[in-house]
């Protein structure tokens, strides 16, 4: 039984089919990288929410201590405490998609909305040393400052991993890619948002 003869394949098709691999490969790695920088955003915006729920944790039950001493001043309790709704619905629009650049624009702004209505709460507390040193108070502020702490650490974890992201994907050829693979850029939490890629 004779096989049919295959046809020779020539050099150039040699070339063009070796051309065709590394670019497929290229492609392949490319969405690799960028959804294992995607993920790490992800695992940064974890901590983020860790520390969000230790301050979640202080913060209701600081206003309800406060209400006593700061009794005219129910107006800024009330303040901050819509104000940490707020915020607490825009964290939760972006832990859905912590690479969405505009649910970070939006937390970035609640979370500065909590931090004016916060500052007005603290200067209060202030005029008060007696009730802000109190045990009751002095722990919970303190637990509140602990958590400050944190969620400043975990922003800037967050933006280190949003960064790296941002820059691989702005990097040629790897950008011409992003239209194909629905990729877009991750937006920053310490206030300032990345353009898109061009």
């Known amino acids: 039984m004779n096989l049919p003869e295959m046809p020779e394949v020539s050099a150039a098709q040699w070339a063009v089919l070796g051309a065709a691999a590394v670019i497929v490969f290229w492609m392949v790695g490319a969405y690799n990288r960028l959804v294992a920088l995607?993920?790490?955003?992800?695992?940064?915006?974890?901590?983020?929410?860790?520390?969000?729920?230790?301050r979640a944790a202080v913060l209701p039950p600081l206003l309800t201590v406060l209400r006593e001493p700061l009794v005219g001043e129910e107006g800024a309790l009330?303040?901050?405490?819509a104000a940490l709704v707020q915020a607490a619905r825009a964290a939760a629009a972006l832990a859905a998609r912590p690479v969405a650049t505009q649910a970070a624009a939006?937390?970035?702004?609640?979370?500065?909305a909590l931090l004016a209505r916060a500052s007005r709460v603290r200067a209060l507390l202030d005029q008060q040393p007696a009730w802000r040193d109190s045990a009751?108070?002095?722990?919970?502020?303190?637990?509140?400052r602990d958590a400050d702490v944190e969620l400043a650490f975990a922003r800037r974890v967050f933006d280190t991993a949003a960064s790296a992201y941002n820059q691989a994907a702005t990097q040629l050829p790897t950008r011409w890619l992003l239209r194909l693979y629905g990729f877009g850029p991750a937006g920053l939490v310490s206030g300032s948002a990345p353009s898109a890629p061009a």
């Open 106 to 112: 939006d937390w970035v702004q609640a979370e500065a």
């Open 38 to 54: 995607r993920n790490d955003i992800g695992a940064a915006w974890q901590q983020i929410d860790a520390a969000l729920k230790h």
């Open 136 to 144: 009751a108070v002095a722990a919970l502020l303190s637990a509140w």
């Open 78 to 81: 009330d303040a901050l405490q």
